[in-house]
């Protein structure tokens, strides 16, 4: 069975600093890994996905996610922190076996301090 | 840019009634998905639909759960009968065809609160 883990519910960062959100993940064979970013009222946003090729992927808003297949992780990153990014980020994975649906983390809620 | 909307924004029943909620998927998209998020909890599946028909359900999505395609542009969710634990957001989501990989494009959601 396929699953994400977010072990962080709140994230702080002071603007201008990186940041990170992380991301585990089980999945059997390789894995189609994806970051959504919701805003208050809004939908789920997509921000950015590893399907396959570079480890290190780029997506909307200046931010990257790194792929580490033996950590099994997929950590979002930002290199500087703005406070227009503050939102809740989840992190899925595609079900292989089914009808593209997606697999979400609880989501963790980033604060960015002015 | 085409966006999934949904209505109502919120919607307050009582336990054992009927709720529809709504959805117009971007106008070129042809899959279609609900999902929900329990406060607290994770975004869960619920179903997903093609070529009007369900394509796949989860486990959550029982005979109290219904979808619809009912003319060119909704897409709804029925619960017959809500229960307490109903409550939850739900949000639909679409993508254009099967090569999307994955890249679905979501709904604001509508928070429904069953008393």
């Known amino acids: 069975a396929q699953s994400v883990a977010q072990p962080e519910d709140q994230v702080n960062v002071a603007e201008g600093n990186p940041l990170t959100v992380k991301c585990t993940y089980s999945?059997?064979?390789?894995?189609?890994l994806f970051w959504y970013v919701q805003y208050p009222n809004r939908g789920l946003q997509f921000l950015l996905k590893?399907?396959?090729?570079?480890?290190l992927v780029k997506g909307s808003y200046g931010f990257e996610a790194e792929f580490n297949k033996s950590q099994t992780s997929f950590h979002l990153k930002k290199p500087s922190a703005l406070v227009s990014d503050s939102a809740l980020y989840f992190c899925?994975?595609?079900?292989?076996?089914?009808?593209?649906?997606?697999?979400f983390g609880t989501g963790t809620r980033l604060t960015v301090i002015p | 840019e085409p966006e999934v909307t949904q209505t109502p924004s919120h919607q307050v029943t009582q336990m054992g009634q009927e709720v529809i909620l709504r959805c117009v998927p971007i106008?070129?998209?042809?899959?279609f998905y609900w999902y929900r998020q329990i406060l607290g909890q994770k975004v869960e599946f619920l179903v997903s639909?093609?070529?009007?028909?369900?394509?796949?359900k989860s486990e959550i999505f029982d005979d109290q759960f219904s979808v619809e395609r009912p003319d060119g542009s909704n897409f709804t969710l029925k619960i017959r009968s809500t229960k307490l634990e109903d409550s939850a957001m739900y949000f639909c989501?679409?993508?254009?065809?099967?090569?999307?990989?994955?890249?679905?494009?979501f709904g604001p959601g509508t928070r429904l609160l069953v008393l």
């Open positions: 106008s070129n998209h042809l899959y």
């Open positions: 590893y399907i396959t090729g570079d480890n």
């Open positions: 639909f093609y070529n009007n028909e369900i394509s796949e």
């Open positions: 999945v059997s064979g390789n894995p189609y």
């Open positions: 899925a994975v595609r079900d292989m076996t089914g009808a593209n649906n997606l697999f």
């Open positions: 989501a679409s993508i254009p065809d099967w090569t999307s990989l994955g890249t679905q494009y």
